[in-house]
């Protein structure tokens, strides 16, 4: 038997952060990259910044060498996205 609590608790917002959770009051884009183990890499991107075929490779090469760091015993398995998709690239 699973017991839920659906007590709404109130939040505080500093009124500094606009509600968004950084100083600046504009949104950031998280990409992360993470295996079974945790987060392995992490880039934070601006709101007008977009993930086009040039950045996706950037990040495939910051992950290949972060890896390297992180997980050395990866080192002789290729890395390869799922079902050997081609990255998403707006026409």
């Known amino acids: 038997m699973r ?3 659906m007590q709404h608790r109130k939040t505080r917002v ?3 952060l606009n509600g968004l959770g950084n100083s600046d009051g504009k949104k950031r884009i998280l990409c992360i990259w993470r295996d079974l183990e ?5 880039e934070i991107l ?8 040039a950045r996706y490779q950037q990040h495939i090469a ?5 890896l ?3 997980r050395p015993q990866w080192l002789i ?3 390869l996205p799922p079902y050997n998709a081609t990255p998403h690239s707006p026409n």
């Open 68 to 70: 390297i760091v992180k």
């Open 3 to 5: 017991v839920v609590n």
């Open 62 to 66: 910051n992950l290949s060498h972060t």
């Open 38 to 42: 945790g987060a392995v890499y992490h």
């Open 14 to 16: 500093n009124a500094d």
């Open 46 to 53: 601006k709101s007008n910044e977009i993930i086009n075929n």
């Open 77 to 79: 398995r290729p890395i």
